[in-house]
């Protein structure tokens, strides 16, 4: 590979484009082959609670479909997770227990008359952030470990009304 010199054209210099096009479109066609398009994560239906008014909508449903309670200590650590009236515990096995009881609920994941399910979460005020998270995520799937897809429960996800810190 180099430059060659024609001996007619009076020493202009000429390079050869063919090669580098041809470089271009392998990588071009490298690069389009291995992108994988992947569902996005942490995209999440979320109805924020509308500040307290003088008069309930009668239109609204009163009671949600799921109800997930979130209870913490004194420093804002969880100390119980409920689904309903049901205690699931404390930690990473809670939340595995919150994904597969709103799994029973929804029978099969994808299932469209799922789309009109709401999971109403309900975290005390000292609550730390990543607990929310945690119940968020189980609440509206998983990534399936075999295909590396997520699998989705639940798209719609609301907060219950703020209520005041215990210790106010």
Wanted: aromatic fraction near 6%.
């Amino acid at each position: 590979m180099g430059s060659k010199r024609r001996p007619d054209s009076g020493g202009k210099v000429e390079i050869p484009m063919a090669p580098m096009i041809d470089i271009v479109f392998q990588l071009l066609i490298f690069f389009m082959l291995q992108l994988k398009i992947m569902a996005p994560e942490g995209n999440f239906d979320i109805n924020m609670p509308l500040g307290q008014s003088s008069q309930q909508s009668s239109d609204a449903p009163l009671v949600p479909d799921i109800k997930v309670k979130l209870i913490s200590d004194a420093n804002g650590n969880l100390a119980q997770l409920k689904f309903g009236e049901r205690n699931l515990g404390v930690g990473d096995g809670a939340f595995e227990a919150l994904g597969a009881e709103v799994l029973k609920i929804i029978g099969t994941p994808g299932n469209p008359a799922t789309k009109d399910i709401e999971v109403e979460i309900d975290a005390d005020y000292e609550l730390h952030y990543e607990y929310v998270i945690k119940a968020v995520s189980h609440c509206t799937g998983k990534i399936d470990p075999q295909t590396k897809q997520l699998v989705r429960y639940v798209e719609k996800i609301k907060f219950a009304p703020p209520r005041l810190p215990k210790n106010s």
